[in-house]
């Protein structure tokens, strides 16, 4: 299995967490690569996590720059 390093894009780290998840739910792995894949799988959920916490420190740092309001927490109940 290659490794690919932490220079990957947000997309293509989602992309290969996303053939990992669909190789394990097929089953069909010895438990051995699965255990593999499963470590591959949380390393990239890791480094998903990180680019997009940068990019909200990136808009944030913006909307600052801007005079705009901060962030503030996504809720369901909100109308575009």
């Known amino acids: 299995m290659t490794k690919k390093t932490d ?9 290969e967490l996303d053939s990992i998840v669909t190789e394990m739910e097929n089953g069909d792995l010895p438990l ?7 470590e591959r799988g949380i390393a990239l959920s890791r480094q998903g996590q990180k680019s997009l916490e940068q990019a909200e420190q990136k808009i944030s740092i ?10 503030r927490p996504f809720s369901d109940d909100e109308q575009p």
């Open 62 to 71: 913006l909307l600052n720059e801007q005079g705009e309001n901060a962030l």
């Open 32 to 38: 051995e690569v699965a255990l593999e894949k499963f």
């Open 7 to 15: 220079s990957s894009s947000f997309e293509e780290t989602l992309s």
